[in-house]
């Protein structure tokens, strides 16, 4: 099983580019979720998505959109990148019943760096 | 609103010592409580978490928690620290009725040889 990856691992930017941040797990979980981590401030939650076809704002959505194309993939979509985007992003799964259900599954990360 | 302190940013401590992180909580009903460790340029995994029953809970790599809510903490411990153990290493927190996960900032733990 890969869990969850993300693509790509490092991207720069210039201010006002759009980029998208790929996401997908294999572990058939309803929840899927976008962070970002700062020094000195933990994780953040961008936005998340329950089930397929719902999505929900976190802490810190804006200048984010995201799509949850299926049930494996969630995205995130930067419209028009600035400075204070610079960050790490991760994205994260979990499941609903079970075992596993409260535990989430993070991805490798995505090095972001908008100049 | 929940909310998660971890007190000091960073700790160090010497090979073979005892590691103990602090973590605290706010929460209006009895929550989910969580430990996530991240390795350099890596994601998080989980360590540890408690949901019901036994407040002591076990984990990965000889960490173990304790859920004590008359003081809303849920600190880390392991006996003995060992060079591998450096990491950032995060306390969360979720309610029972949400998907949401509130973060804590993180401790950043060193071990000295």
């Known amino acids: 099983n890969a869990g969850v990856t993300q693509t790509p691992k490092f991207q720069v930017l210039k201010t006002g580019q759009s980029m998208t941040l790929q996401c997908a797990q294999d572990?058939?979980?309803?929840?899927m979720y976008w962070y970002r981590q700062d020094p000195g401030m933990g994780l953040r939650l961008i936005y998340y998505s329950a089930s397929e076809g719902t999505t929900d704002k976190g802490e810190v959505p804006n200048g984010y959109n995201v799509s949850r194309l299926n049930k494996r993939e969630f995205s995130l979509r930067l419209e028009s990148a600035a400075p204070s985007q610079t960050s790490v992003y991760f994205c994260?799964?979990?499941?609903?019943?079970?075992?596993?259900?409260?535990?989430?599954?993070f991805g490798p990360g995505t090095r972001l760096l908008v100049l | 609103a929940q909310s998660v302190t971890q007190l000091g940013s960073h700790v160090s401590v010497s090979e073979g010592a005892l590691v103990l992180l602090r973590c605290n909580y706010s929460s209006s009903v009895p929550p989910y409580l969580f430990w996530y460790v991240q390795y350099p340029n890596q994601g998080l995994q989980l360590l540890l978490k408690y949901t019901t029953g036994a407040t002591l809970v076990k984990g990965i790599n000889g960490f173990e928690a304790e859920f004590k809510k008359s003081e809303t903490s849920f600190h880390l411990t392991k006996p003995s620290a060992h060079m591998s153990d450096a990491a950032e290493y995060f306390c969360?927190?979720?309610?029972?009725?949400?998907?949401?996960?509130?973060f804590g900032p993180g401790t950043s733990l060193s071990v000295i040889p």
């Open positions: 969360a927190v979720r309610q029972t009725s949400y998907d949401k996960v509130i």
């Open positions: 572990m058939n979980h309803n929840s």
């Open positions: 994260a799964s979990s499941g609903t019943g079970g075992a596993h259900q409260e535990t989430q599954y």
